[in-house]
């Protein structure tokens, strides 16, 4: 079981400075908050060889409705994870995971506005997202 806290309020701001004088820097609004994860994940070993695992997480965004842009359309992250190891002898250890991420839908809007976007214009849209994560771990114990 595993709970963390990320302190995402001190992204207020995401600035590109332009060293051309005529063109503005480019400032995205943040104002991010705190977010917390929740994870619980259980392994079971049938014998010495082999090792199976499992999870569930639920990772929530610290962007708020109010600045949720195109440029990061994040939103709570729900993972389901598995995974397997096989300890073939003392020294060599193999491993495989999987993990899925679920993302709900967001709608992003961007409004134009002077002069933070006046380069990019009128958003108004709705995200769709979701991710795989392969994992390969391979370990060899030196004598």
Not at 26 to 51: H, I, Q, R
């Amino acid at each position: 079981f595993e709970v963390d806290w990320t302190n995402w309020s001190h992204f207020d701001e995401l600035r590109v400075d332009s060293a051309n004088a005529f063109q503005p820097d480019d400032v995205t609004v943040k104002d991010w908050e705190g977010a917390w994860l929740f994870a619980l994940g259980a392994e079971y070993s049938p014998n010495d060889m082999w090792t199976w695992r499992g999870g569930v997480a639920l990772d929530q965004t610290p962007v708020p409705d109010a600045t949720r842009n195109v440029r990061i359309p994040d939103s709570d992250r729900y993972w389901v994870s598995l995974g397997v190891s096989y300890q073939a002898n003392e020294r060599f250890n193999l491993g495989l995971s999987y993990a899925h991420m679920f993302l709900p839908d967001q709608n992003v809007t961007q409004s134009f506005t002077l002069p933070a976007n006046a380069l990019r214009g009128q958003i108004s849209g709705r995200t769709e997202a979701s991710a795989n994560v392969i994992g390969v771990q391979v370990n060899y114990r030196l004598p």
